[in-house]
């Protein structure tokens, strides 16, 4: 690690977490608790959230959350995404590392936070059939939407970038289950199967859309304002999500898979390249799980 330039890997560290040196403070108290949390070392959820290939599943998510028109508005009438949207994607980090590692106080108090804040994002989108509707971002058909193509994509990201999963892909989709209900979703899939058929319902019923705004959400998404070390491993990980999503979604977000000529690239060799150099410069336990794993060995528990 120490032969990584000291100013690339705080770039990364600081993309990923807002801190460019000593973790931020929120991981540190993972260590606090009185109960081991929704989820232990050796669960689905740790296995698939621990990996590098999160960084393309995020990528991922993000494109494809910005195919309902609901999500999208709220993004855009209510968040300051372009001007902080290494803010936003420090705020996004924290929920999820609360849920995966913290205790279950630490994870409904994230939740909370979240869904406190979601109360103001309300106002009005026209949906995939040309229809006006309101929205409020608390929604259960706007939080069911990010969800599942949350789910989707850091089991797809996992299953090309990552190990075994304790319990297959089912496990995963059953365990961050969890993570829906406290979000307020009532019925969210518990198998894959049954993620797939949602996510085919969705497309099936054309509550999806795709328009200008797409457009420019897309066009943000795959130059972000990150620090010019990090756009070329940036752009192999863009590349990757695309290679990782469905041909129907490609097409509705108006990509395609990197290409010289008629020749597909190496996206997926390259991107294994480019997320293992990560878990070089980062190392292999992220400063969250160390501390949960400390919380639950003065817990006692196994």
């Known amino acids: 690690m120490r032969n990584f330039p000291r100013e690339w890997q705080a770039e990364v560290k600081r993309t990923l977490t807002g801190s460019p040196d000593a973790p931020p403070e929120w991981m540190q108290l993972f260590a606090e608790g009185d ?42 009438d209510h968040s300051r995404f372009r001007e902080d949207a290494l803010g936003r994607l420090a705020r996004t980090t924290r929920w999820i590392h609360a849920v995966a590692y913290g205790s279950t106080a630490d994870a409904q108090a994230a939740t909370s936070s979240v869904l406190r804040i979601h109360e103001s994002v309300r106002g009005t989108y026209v949906d995939g059939t040309g229809a006006a509707r309101d929205y409020s971002a608390n929604d259960p058909e706007l939080l069911t939407w990010v969800h ?30 969890q993570a829906g209900r406290l979000m307020g979703i009532n019925s969210p899939p518990l198998s894959e199967t049954e993620l797939k058929r949602e996510l085919d319902a969705w497309f099936a019923t054309g509550a999806l859309r795709a328009d200008q705004r797409v457009a420019e959400t ?59 150099v990560v878990r070089l410069a980062l190392g292999r336990m992220s400063p969250s799980e160390r501390a949960a794993r400390q919380r639950i060995r003065k817990l006692g528990a196994p």
């Open 35 to 76: 109960d081991a949390g929704y989820f232990l070392p050796g669960s689905a959820v740790w296995a698939v959230h621990r990996g590098m290939p999160t960084l393309v599943a995020g990528i991922r998510a993000l494109l494809m959350q910005s195919l309902h028109p609901g999500v999208l508005a709220g993004v855009h």
């Open 148 to 177: 599942v193509t949350f789910v989707d994509s850091f089991l797809e990201a996992h299953k090309r970038w990552g190990g075994p999963i304790p319990g297959g892909p089912d496990a995963y989709v059953r365990e961050w289950a």
């Open 218 to 276: 897309v066009a943000f998404i795959r130059n972000p304002p990150l620090h010019p070390s990090l756009k070329p491993g940036y752009r192999v990980l863009f590349q990757g999500a695309v290679l990782s999503l469905e041909p129907q979604y490609r097409e509705m977000l108006g990509l395609r898979q990197a290409r010289l000529g008629p020749l597909p690239l190496p996206v997926k060799l390259a991107t294994s390249a480019t997320l293992a």
